[in-house]
């Protein structure tokens, strides 16, 4: 029998993509899929039939059959097709009404929680995590009372807005709800999932930009994590800078609600030194 042969979807083989049963294809030793649903991450149109995915990269003859006869190349936890396909499960579960509940609890706009690719998941709202190259990795819920998990088996990721402006500039804030702020003032930027991870990931995203803003929170922590991660970015971007909010405002959503402009923050990022590369040398 030829593994490579693709036959449809089914209750026992449902398309390792959408996870549907019917409409779909898969090749039997797991190497590619065709689905009618999910365009993102696909390699091309195959007409009628759906949009072709390759699932695999290893050699046919080393990968691994599974017990029900079907291949899928994946570890114990999701794969980045499986949260893709989820995420956008989520996002047209999304009501107008909750993003615009949750845009009013939060302060920043639901143009700008979109672009982040909010969703709603039947308990909490959704945020997906992606890697530099721009593949989802993971997804962050978020509580309607304020409480924050990752879905399970999501890896730590960037929060990226899709429709970036491709300026040189780019800040680098902590959290989707900052990354919004952000975008409501105007500026490309990224999330970062907490203060003190993922810098190699950021680093190698941040290669792209030439002029990196840090907005980093007020406290000890945010302090901490801002100037480890400039430390590595100066070593490969042209110019950084930190900027902190005033005494009394922890983060950049609160600034933001304190009154905080584009042309204010334009001007504070053009008055601040750039941060430059220090070398002691030791007898």
Not at 206 to 215: A, D, F, G, L, Q
Request: charged share 25%.
């Amino acid at each position: 029998m030829d593994n490579r042969k693709m036959q449809r979807v089914s209750r026992k083989n449902p398309c390792p993509i959408c996870h549907k049963i019917d409409w779909c294809l898969f090749a039997q030793d797991g190497s590619t899929a065709i689905c009618q649903r999910v365009e993102e991450g696909s390699v091309k149109k195959c007409g009628y039939a759906g949009w072709l995915h390759i699932l695999a990269d290893e050699p046919m003859g080393h990968r691994r059959r599974s017990q029900r006869g079907f291949s899928v190349n994946l570890s114990n936890n999701r794969s980045d097709r499986d949260f893709m396909a989820s995420q956008q499960q989520y996002s047209r579960q999304m009501t107008s009404q909750q993003v615009n509940t949750l845009s009013q609890r939060l302060g920043v706009s639901s143009q700008s929680l979109k672009r982040l690719n909010v969703g709603w998941d039947g308990e909490a709202y959704t945020f997906p995590m992606s890697n530099a190259q721009g593949r989802i990795i993971g997804i962050r819920r978020r509580f309607p009372n304020g409480r924050k998990t990752s879905l399970t088996g999501s890896e730590t990721g960037l929060f990226v807005p899709r429709g970036r402006a491709g300026s040189e500039l780019l800040l680098i804030c902590e959290g989707p709800t900052d990354a919004a702020v952000a975008l409501d003032l105007g500026f490309d930027c990224i999330g970062r999932p907490n203060c003190n991870s993922k810098i190699d990931m950021i680093v190698e995203y941040c290669r792209r930009c030439s002029e990196i803003i840090i907005i980093g929170d007020n406290d000890k922590a945010g302090r901490d994590g801002a100037e480890r991660l400039a430390d590595t970015l100066v070593l490969h971007c042209h110019s950084v800078k930190i900027i902190y909010p005033p005494d009394g405002i922890k983060d950049l959503r609160q600034w933001f609600r304190a009154g905080l402009t584009s042309e204010a923050l334009q001007e504070i990022i053009d008055e601040i030194k750039i941060i430059e590369i220090e070398i002691s040398f030791k007898d």
